[in-house]
């Protein structure tokens, strides 16, 4: 075996065990961890980094994102009628389609209905 034959059969073995182990460790890893190396004009630079909230990240933003596009929930259905003024704010009935919150506006017994849908639309004020 001549040294050319090592050199390349070792760098080889190299390469397979980098792939092997990064390959191995992405999946489980809970934050990310790179290494670049950059040959320009000067010295090699070995760079890594290790963690830290990246713009390809999609951790709790994302999932808070993903919550806002479900549609309208009874909590937020009672922050949308206290805006609207609706004081003493409470649901009063909910299904798949609507949320009825009940309260007092203007002095009278109202009874706001939201639709169940992204940004609780109002469809329906009724005062008792």
Known sequence: MTFSTMIRN???????AAATLGASLAPAAADSVRFGVTIGNGPV????????????????HHRRDA???????????????ARIGV???RVVR???????VAGRLGGERTVVRFADR???????VRSR
């Open 10 to 16: 070792a760098c080889l073995a190299a390469a397979v």
């Open 45 to 60: 630079v070995v760079d890594s980094r290790h963690g830290g909230w990246e713009r390809g990240d999609r951790g709790r």
């Open 67 to 81: 919550r806002r596009d479900r549609g309208c929930s009874p909590r937020e259905a009672v922050h949308k009628a």
């Open 87 to 89: 004081r003493h704010a």
């Open 94 to 100: 909910a299904n798949g389609r609507s949320i009825a």
């Open 118 to 124: 992204r940004g609780c639309p109002v469809e329906r």
